[in-house]
C-alpha cells in the first residue's frame, strides 16, 4: 500500500509529459511551422517547459516529491518525443538528445529548489521569480530578435507567455510573494537582455536550440 502511495503521485506528470511530448513532435513538421512559427517557438524553446516543471513542483507536497514528479515529467516528455522521431521518422538526432537528457537529469534539483518557494524565508521571494525570469527573457529574445516575425505572431506570443505567468502566479502562495515574483522576474530578466545585447554574455537561448 504505500508503495503504491508512494507512485501515485508520479503517474499524472508522466502522463502529461507524454502527452505534451507527443504535441511538441507532432507540431515540428514544416508546413505548420513555416505558416505558424509561433507554436515552433513555443513547444521548441524552454519557457514552456520550464512553466509546466514549475507548476508541477509548486503543487508537490513536499520537496522530495516536487524533484520526483518533475524528473518524471521531463522523463515522460523526451521519451514520447524522441520515441516518435527514431520510430516514426527513422532520424536519430544524437546531440539534441544528449542536450535535453542533461537538462532532464537536472530537473530533481530544479524541482526541488522551486518548491521552497512555500518557505518564508527571504530567499523564497529570489527562488519564486526564477521562472519569471525565463519566461520574459526568453519571450523579449523570441519575440523581437527575429527578423521574420510579423506584429500578429508577437502579439499571440505575447498572450502565451502572459497565459504562461498568470497561471504560475495562481499557485504562489501568498499575494507578497506573487508581486515581488514578478518584480525580481522582470529586473533580473532586463539585466540579462542587456549584457545579451551587448555581448557581455552569450545568448544561451540560441547556442542551445541550435545544438
Known amino acids: 500500500m504505500k508503495k503504491d502511495s ?37 513547444m521548441g524553446r524552454f519557457g514552456i517547459w520550464v512553466w509546466a516543471a514549475a507548476l508541477i513542483s509548486i503543487r508537490s ?10 524528473f518524471v515529467f521531463f522523463a515522460g516528455m523526451l521519451s514520447a518525443y524522441y520515441s516518435y522521431t527514431v520510430i516514426f521518422l ?22 526541488f529548489l522551486i518548491w521552497h518557494v512555500h518557505k518564508k524565508s527571504c ?18 529574445l523570441t519575440a523581437f530578435t527575429a527578423w ?6 508577437k502579439l499571440f506570443l505575447f498572450i502565451a507567455y502572459l497565459c504562461f505567468s498568470i497561471a504560475l502566479l495562481a499557485v504562489i502562495p501568498t499575494n507578497k510573494k506573487r508581486l515581488f515574483s ?15 545585447q551587448t555581448g557581455i554574455i552569450v545568448n544561451l537561448y540560441n547556442q542551445l536550440l541550435n545544438v
Open 123 to 140: 530567499y523564497a521571494y529570489f527562488i519564486s521569480s526564477l521562472p519569471f525570469c525565463i519566461l520574459f527573457t526568453e519571450w523579449y
Open 61 to 70: 507536497k513536499t520537496a522530495l516529491l516536487a524533484a520526483e514528479r518533475s
Open 182 to 196: 514578478l518584480i525580481y522576474g522582470l529586473l533580473i530578466s532586463i539585466v540579462l537582455i542587456k549584457l545579451i
Open 90 to 111: 527513422h532520424f536519430f538526432p544524437k546531440s539534441q538528445i544528449i542536450l535535453w537528457g542533461g537538462i532532464g537529469a537536472m530537473t530533481p534539483f530544479c524541482g
Open 6 to 42: 508512494n507512485i501515485h503521485p508520479l503517474i499524472l506528470p508522466f502522463i502529461i509529459g507524454i502527452v505534451l511530448g507527443i504535441i511538441a513532435k507532432l507540431i515540428d513538421v514544416p508546413y505548420i511551422t513555416s505558416e505558424f512559427p509561433i507554436f515552433d517557438d513555443i
Open 148 to 153: 521574420n516575425w510579423n506584429t500578429k505572431d
